[in-house]
């Protein structure tokens, strides 16, 4: 079950701030952030983790509702290197096989000067 | 560390034909996935390896498409024979930690099927 992101584009003024948000239909595991610039990869963000850990940027805030099944990631004084796609990855199990992670469909986040 | 590399980074070719796109994970890393990336459904697991072996390959859309691992720093996908619906980035990632770890993008392969 792909999560689903929103909003799905957002653009904003330097120094703005954003949040975006993934929820899933399913019990999470973890939630995983990545920020993609147009025709490069995905670089890693955050990763969230059921039970509270975190692991990522320092400059990166990011929140997990567990029983919300929701994750949000936080944009502020926005930049305009924060322009790019940003997905998140959401894994639902952690067993022998560990699960695959599944990512939404992304959002467009667009900074302007 | 070079990265994650993949080869070739575009790839063009004709219904019918053979393609093999090529990765290399960062030394040491022993998960390695590929992933497909299109507009319509968005970037998709195709595939995982752990140890060279693959642990879950449901997102492998059909029989066209195949991938092998013959050791930890090589891997390549294959379809064959390609259809335009093919087109897509075909990206390769890897990681030391497994699938709840950070996973390293390489940068891509553009596959277009004319």
């Known amino acids: 079950q792909q999560p689903v992101q929103s909003p799905q584009a957002v653009i904003l003024r330097e120094g703005e701030d954003a949040v975006i948000n993934c929820s899933s239909s399913k019990a999470l595991y973890s939630v995983h952030w990545y920020r993609q610039k147009h025709g490069e990869a995905p670089v890693f963000l955050m990763i969230?983790?059921?039970?509270?850990e975190q692991k990522g940027h320092e400059k990166i805030s990011a929140s997990f509702n567990e029983k919300k099944q929701q994750s949000s990631l936080y944009l502020t004084a926005s930049q305009l290197s924060y322009s790019g796609t940003y997905f998140c990855?959401?894994?639902?199990?952690?067993?022998?096989?560990?699960?695959?992670?599944?990512f939404g469909k992304g959002t467009k986040l667009s900074v302007k000067p | 560390d070079a990265g994650v590399i993949q080869s070739p980074r575009h790839e063009v070719t004709e219904m019918g034909q053979e393609v093999t796109l090529r990765c290399k994970p960062i030394s040491g890393h022993d998960y390695l996935f590929w992933y497909r990336q299109t507009m319509m459904r968005g970037l998709e697991l195709l595939i995982y390896f752990n140890n060279n072996v693959p642990i879950d390959d449901s997102g492998m859309p059909e029989d066209r498409f195949s991938a092998k691992m013959p050791n930890a720093s090589f891997s390549t996908l294959k379809i064959q024979p390609s259809e335009p619906r093919d087109s897509a980035v075909y990206f390769c990632a890897s990681t030391s930690g497994g699938t709840t770890d950070t996973q390293y993008f390489g940068p891509g392969t553009r596959l277009t099927v004319l």
């Open positions: 990855g959401t894994l639902m199990n952690y067993g022998g096989s560990q699960g695959n992670l599944i």
């Open positions: 969230l983790l059921k039970g509270g």
